[in-house]
């Protein structure tokens, strides 16, 4: 038995950042973990479909090489699989092919006890790992979420996989039908589809995104039946069975398709179950943990909890952002979350980035709330870049004068989209943000517009 200042449960990317910088400050730490140091983003979900989407990106800007004066000629590409195979190569290069030793090692150089194993909490100040029991003063709960398995019947008998398993195979299907059309299902799509894949993707909701602004929605599903996904929304899958050729799958409307294999890409939910929160009288929200502004547990005075498991914007980013605000908490500090400005991205090319409010949540928050929006092609630089699909819409707090939201499809705009995340985040009036200048020819400038409609109400 072991005693900690602090115990993390969880190493993905908030817990090894907490217990990392905790044990830095001096603090005796524990860190749990079953699995893999860093969590699923270097190994298995952002880092790899990242690398993966790069290698389908490069490959489509070669196709389009004479288009863009590059070539005199159009240039010709290797094999599909040929290819795909030189991008799973990278892929693993880049996600250490799912070694963690690097990040355990750095963590114990620091000072980190590893225990390697299942954590569940027994009591107050008291956490098991596969058995043995150790004592803690303060708990970090930071066990990440878990992928959706929807209740279809007949999935389990098909060949399927979750993102997680697409994203460390070195199989290239010939055909798939992506269930869910989110940021995930939407970045698989176009990357297998400019790898040669027959890709069809499918939502009950009525667009792409669906929390996102529908007019962006609709420019990524026109980029993407330009890569060749099939697009079906709207729709629900009622049954899937095996066939010869891999899996027949049965929709809602009486139509019916075989491909040789499903990726399920609907969603995450909160990894909480069998962890003993009950001990602690913990009492689940939507299956999340709840937590205060200071990171705190509510309801607790020394447990906390960071990054997908509290279910507050579930991104690397924001699980990064609440671990560094517990760690200042616990060296005795006085930190507090602000989610008004946390940056959602879909790294499709063109990306697909947006922060705050869309115009529907912000109404239905009771905000008085108009948009202006504004057409890439407006700006030089996505000419000269061959680049002209792209929008975006700013949303305004039409009593306060601020920025409140904005959502955007274009050449670079998850790094532009920077500025509109620090005018949200500080709520700077909209009087001096239209008085910024910005480079020319930059996609930047595609802010400018917009902007000067909002501040004239």
């Known amino acids: 038995m072991a005693e900690f200042d602090v115990l993390v449960l969880g190493a993905g990317s908030a817990g090894e950042l907490i217990a990392d910088r905790a044990a830095m400050a001096g603090l005796s730490v524990g860190l749990v973990e079953a699995h893999l140091v860093g969590g699923e983003c270097p190994y298995v979900a952002c880092v790899p479909s990242k690398a993966m989407l790069r290698s389908a990106e490069v490959r489509k800007l070669v ?5 863009v004066g590059a ?8 094999d599909d699989e040929l290819a795909f195979l030189a991008a799973v190569a990278r892929r693993d290069d880049l996600s250490d092919h799912g070694n963690d030793e690097g990040a355990v090692r750095n963590l114990t150089e620091h000072g980190v006890a590893l225990l390697r194993g299942r954590g569940v909490v027994s009591g107050s ?7 043995v029991e150790h004592r803690w003063s303060e708990l970090v709960i930071a066990t990440g979420s878990v992928a959706n398995w929807p209740p279809i019947e007949g999935l389990d008998d098909v060949p399927s996989w979750t993102s997680d398993q697409a994203l460390t195979s070195h199989s290239r299907p010939k055909s798939i039908l992506i269930l869910g059309a989110g940021p995930v299902g939407c970045e698989l ?3 297998y589809a400019r790898f040669g894949v027959e890709v069809t993707i499918a939502d009950s909701a009525g667009q792409l995104l669906a929390n996102e602004d529908p007019t962006v929605a609709d420019i990524l599903a026109d980029v993407l039946r330009s890569d060749g996904v099939d697009i079906l929304t709207d729709v629900s899958v009622t049954s899937v069975g095996p066939v010869a050729s891999g899996a027949e799958v049965h929709f809602g409307d009486g139509t019916s398709l075989v491909v040789e294999r499903i990726i399920v890409a609907v969603g995450r939910h909160p990894n909480t179950e069998g962890l003993g929160l009950e001990h602690l009288g913990i009492v689940l929200e939507e299956g999340a943990v709840p937590t205060d502004p200071d990171g705190r547990v509510t309801g607790q005075r020394h447990v906390w909890a960071a990054g997908d498991v509290t279910g507050i914007a579930p991104f690397t980013h924001t699980a990064n952002y609440q671990g560094r605000i517990i760690v200042d908490n616990l060296l005795g500090g006085a930190a507090v979350g602000n989610y008004r400005a946390i940056p959602r991205t879909v790294y499709t090319d063109p990306p697909v980035a947006s922060v705050g409010l869309t115009v529907e949540f912000a109404h239905l928050e009771g905000v008085d709330a108009h948009s202006a929006s504004v057409e890439l092609t407006s700006v030089v630089r996505a000419t000269t870049d061959a680049s002209p699909q792209g929008r975006l819409v700013l949303i305004a707090d039409r009593k306060r004068g601020v920025l409140i939201g904005a959502s955007s ?6 790094e532009w989209l920077g500025e509109l995340t620090l ?3 500080a709520e700077i009036p909209l009087e001096i943000l239209v008085d910024v200048v910005h480079a020319f020819p930059t ?5 400018e517009t917009p902007l000067r409609e909002l501040a004239r109400g």
């Open 63 to 67: 196709r389009r090489s004479r288009d």
């Open 71 to 78: 070539t005199a000629d159009a240039l010709v590409l290797d």
């Open 125 to 131: 100040g008291r956490i098991e790992v596969d058995g």
């Open 189 to 191: 799509a176009q990357m």
């Open 409 to 414: 499809i274009g050449g670079h705009c998850d």
């Open 423 to 425: 005018a949200i985040r």
């Open 443 to 447: 996609f930047s400038e595609i802010v």
